[in-house]
T-cell receptor, first 111, second 116 residues
Framework: GEDVEQSLFLSVREGDSSVINCTYTDSSSTYLYWYKQEPGAGLQLLTY?????DMKQDQRLTVLLNKKDKHLSLRIADTQTGDSAIYFC???????????FGSGTKLNVKP | NAGVMQNPRHLVRRRGQEARLRCSPM?????VYWYRQLPEEGLKFMVYLQKENIIDESGMPKERFSAEFPKEGPSILRIQQVVRGDSAAYFC??????????????FGEGSRLTVL
């Protein structure tokens, strides 16, 4: 569960869609999460997906889960400048003792 | 309905001094996690505590670092004899584990330690 990987940077134009990708390692993870961190602040949970789901949609956010490839993605539709932040994916050990975070993807939204 | 409260937000220490970071979890939460974030890096798990118990400290350095979560009062992360490499943001998160819960972590705003 320790090797959660994400690309470091993504730059998009305002109004476009953003897709942030993540690969994880622990196939027994029950939940997978996306967190958002704004400068100088802590992390806020954006959304999560239960491991028996393929997709979850929540307003502008769409989470896709490919369990076979251990691949998780977050799509932000109609990206706004206020979406500029660092996005972390995370998985949790089955006993919830440890949450493993990726290194974060810094999303830059250009006006 | 206060969130997770961490203090101090910023702490400056000289090499060899001690740093104490405090975390008050959200009301009703009895599970506390500490994470460290180095500049431009992700969060690294340090320790997971419940009231009066250390459940998992596999991410804690074996020396100089200790954590507690007493029956009363905040959780404390203590770093003795700090070195420059300890400079980082330390985040506390709390959770309310319940049957069927999603294990959502609620994070504090972090304590930023600078070692001179």
């Amino acid at each position: 569960g320790e090797d959660v990987e994400q690309s470091l940077f993504l730059s998009v134009r305002e109004g476009d869609s953003s897709v942030i990708n993540c690969t994880y390692t622990d196939s027994s993870s029950t939940y997978l999460y996306w967190y958002k961190q704004e400068p100088g602040a802590g992390l806020q949970l954006l959304t999560y997906i239960f491991s028996n789901m393929d997709m979850k949609q929540d307003q502008r956010l769409t989470v896709l889960l490919n369990k076979k490839d251990k691949h998780l993605s977050l799509r932000i539709a109609d990206t706004q400048t206020g979406d500029s932040a660092i996005y972390f994916c995370a998985e949790v050990s089955p006993n919830f003792n440890k949450f493993y975070f990726g290194s974060g993807t810094k999303l830059n939204v250009k006006p | 309905n206060a969130g997770v409260m961490q203090n101090p937000r910023h702490l400056v220490r000289r090499r060899g001094q001690e740093a104490r970071l405090r975390c008050s979890p959200m009301k009703g939460h009895s599970h506390v996690y500490w994470y460290r974030q180095l500049p431009e890096e992700g969060l690294k798990f340090m320790v997971y505590l419940q009231k009066e118990n250390i459940i998992d400290e596999s991410g804690m350095p074996k020396e100089r670092f200790s954590a507690e979560f007493p029956k009363e009062g905040p959780s404390i992360l203590r770093i003795q004899q700090v070195v420059r490499g300890d400079s980082a943001a330390y985040f506390c998160a709390s959770s309310k584990m319940s049957a069927g819960g999603t294990g959502e972590l609620f994070f504090g705003e972090g304590s930023r330690l600078t070692v001179l």
